[in-house]
Structures are given as C-alpha cells and as structure tokens.
C-alpha cells in the first residue's frame, strides 16, 4: 500500500504540476511513468482485499458493499 501510495502521490503532483506546465513533455512521461509502476501494484492489492477506490475495471461499482465490513469480522465478536 505504501508503493502505491507513492507512485500515486507522484502522478498526481506532477499532475497538479502539468496545470501550469502543459508543454513539459518530461513532466508528462514521468506521470505516466508513475502511473504504470502503480498499476500492477493496484491490480495485485484489489485481487487480494478488494477494491481500492469505488471505480473497478469489472465496472461493479458495488462490490465494495458486500460485507463483511472490517468491523464485522469473527476477531472482533
């Protein structure tokens, strides 16, 4: 998670970036640079604990209702 949270964090600053530098062609590799390395990394936590955000490629937006929620679990009965 903390991979993906940087490799995320860095996209989206260059991102923030890019608003004010559109022309910066470096920028813009360096983003995509990022966001490729965060992909597999994003596919491998989703497989493993379910959705990271409420956008999923199956296009099952609900998926993440479906219980037991992290509080519902038999450790914490």
Known sequence: ???ISTYQFAA???QLY???HPKDSGA????QQFLQKAAPLVKQYEAQ?????K???DGNNWDWIKGPWPW???EDC
């Not at 604990?49 to 955000?53: K, N, P, V």
């Open 28 to 31: 813009t590799q360096q983003m």
């Open 55 to 57: 956008r999923t490629e």
């Open 12 to 14: 989206h600053d260059l």
């Open 72 to 74: 519902e679990s038999e």
């Open 1 to 3: 998670m903390k991979q």
């Open 18 to 20: 890019l608003d004010t």
């Open 49 to 53: 604990y379910g959705a990271l955000t």
